[in-house]
C-alpha cells in the first residue's frame, strides 16, 4: 500500500486534485483499478494535509450476474459510505438501441448518471480509476480511430455540471494494481458486459502491448509525450 500510496500522493500533489475539505466521491466499478484507487483514497484520507471525505458509488448498469455485497463489505471495513445505483444502462445500450458502438453511448450514460449520484451527495469532486496504462491506450484510441492526438486529463472540470474529474492513478502500471488487487485480496467482480473484451479500447489496449514488446520503452515514451504535450501546465 505504501507504493500505492507514493504512485496517488504524486499524482494528488503535482495536479494538485483534492482541496481542504472536498468532498469525494469514488466511481467503483467493482474492477480492480475502482478498488484499489478507492483503499488508496481511504488511506490517504487519514493523514493527508488537506482534510476530505469520502464515498463510493456504484452503477448497477442491469447486466445481470455482479454481486457487489463484498464491495459494500469493503466500504463498511474501511469507513467509506457506499451507495449502489440501479440503472437500465444495458438494457438500452444492447436491447433497445441495439448499438453497433455500444461503449460510447453507455460511457456517456453513465458518466451523466454518476455525477447525478455525486451531486446527490453534496459532492462535486468525482475519482476515477483510469491508471498509468490507460493513459497510454486512450492516446493510441484518438489517434487510431479519431484521428487526433488527445487523451483524457489528471483534473477536467466540467463547468455545466460543476464537477471536477480527478484521476490519481495516472502514475500507477495496471500490472502494479493487478499485484496490489490480488495482495490485498479485493473484491474484484467480475465484468458481465456482453461487449468485454472485443471493444475498440480492448484493441488499442493489446496493440501497445505489440508495439511495446517490438519496441521496449515505447509506453513510456508515449506517456512522457502525453505529459509533456498535452499536460503542460
Request: hydrophobic share 40%.
Amino acid at each position: 500500500m505504501q507504493k500505492a500510496l507514493s504512485y496517488v500522493r504524486r499524482a494528488v500533489d503535482e495536479y494538485e486534485m483534492i482541496k481542504e475539505n472536498d468532498r469525494v466521491t469514488v466511481g467503483v466499478s467493482g474492477g480492480k483499478d475502482s478498488l484499489v484507487l478507492l483503499c488508496a483514497l481511504a488511506e490517504l484520507r487519514r493523514f493527508y494535509p488537506k482534510p476530505f471525505t469520502l464515498s463510493a458509488v456504484t452503477l448497477d448498469l442491469g447486466s445481470g450476474g455482479m454481486d457487489f455485497s463484498p464491495v459494500s463489505a469493503l466500504c463498511e471495513r474501511i469507513g467509506v459510505d457506499y451507495h449502489i445505483i440501479k440503472t437500465d444502462i444495458k438494457e438500452i445500450v444492447f436491447d433497445i438501441r441495439k448499438e453497433p458502438n455500444p461503449c460510447s453511448l453507455c460511457a456517456k450514460m453513465r458518466r451523466g448518471t454518476l455525477h447525478e449520484a455525486a451531486l446527490s451527495l453534496g459532492s462535486r469532486t468525482v475519482a476515477l480509476g483510469h491508471h498509468w496504462d490507460d493513459v497510454i491506450d486512450t492516446f493510441l484510441l484518438s489517434l487510431v480511430f479519431e484521428g487526433r492526438l488527445g487523451c483524457f486529463s489528471p483534473v477536467s472540470y466540467l463547468d455545466r455540471r460543476g464537477i471536477t474529474l480527478i484521476r490519481p492513478l495516472i502514475y500507477m502500471p495496471e500490472r502494479y494494481a493487478l499485484g496490489l488487487a490480488r495482495r490485498l485480496e479485493l473484491p474484484v467482480v467480475e465484468n458481465t458486459c456482453p461487449a468485454d473484451g472485443s471493444s475498440k479500447r480492448q484493441y488499442t489496449h493489446d496493440l501497445a502491448a505489440r508495439l511495446e514488446k517490438e519496441n521496449p520503452g515505447l509506453k513510456k515514451r508515449i506517456f512522457t509525450a502525453v505529459q509533456n504535450g498535452l499536460w503542460k501546465k
